[in-house]
């Protein structure tokens, strides 16, 4: 008798999610295009750990 493949258990997440440190890239531009390439990744940088607090902000307010 085959029985059907049980379902995977459902996870149920507590507490705040977790976050890296924010890390902004070294830059070191020689001439001027290498300056804007340095700004758009400072940028990202910028919007990722922007992007990790908003995360942690929403759960906090979910959460109380």
């Not at 049980?6 to 705040?16: E, H, K």
Request: contains cysteine.
């Amino acid at each position: 008798m085959n029985a059907p493949p049980s379902q995977a258990p459902q996870l149920t997440v507590t507490g705040c999610p977790a976050v890296v440190p924010c890390q902004l890239p070294a830059t070191s531009p020689l001439v001027n295009g290498n300056q804007l390439t340095d700004q758009d990744r400072v940028e990202a940088a910028w919007a990722e750990c922007a992007a990790q607090v908003d995360m942690v902000y929403k759960h906090q307010q979910a959460h109380p």
